[in-house]
């Protein structure tokens, strides 16, 4: 049968993380968008190689980042606490 894969976005794990991740969401950072998405396009091509099917997961601003990410290259994505990924989507 077909295996599963995961790729997790963190989400914040201190108050730094909360704030660093306010700002980002706030003024969204590119180059975490950047890295997102070639790091999620690695592991989609993996995946597809291998038989593998992928799901995202995230918390947080990992949330959102993973909604936009499955959304971008067909993916499921589960996710928890998301702030919304509406606008994120619609500027793929």
């Known amino acids: 049968g077909i295996g599963q894969a995961v ?10 993380n909360i704030l660093d991740d306010l700002v980002a969401f706030l003024t969204p950072d590119k180059h975490l968008q950047a890295y997102a998405k070639d790091y999620m396009a690695l592991c989609a091509e993996h995946c597809n190689q291998v038989g593998l ?3 995202c997961t995230g ?7 993973a909604e936009v990410e499955a959304y971008r290259f067909g993916k499921q994505a589960i996710t928890f606490e998301s702030p919304g990924s509406k606008i994120g989507v619609e500027q793929l």
Do not use: I, P
């Open 7 to 16: 790729v997790v976005f963190r989400g914040a794990t201190n108050k730094q």
């Open 53 to 55: 099917n992928l799901t």
């Open 59 to 65: 918390h947080g601003v990992g949330a959102y980042l």
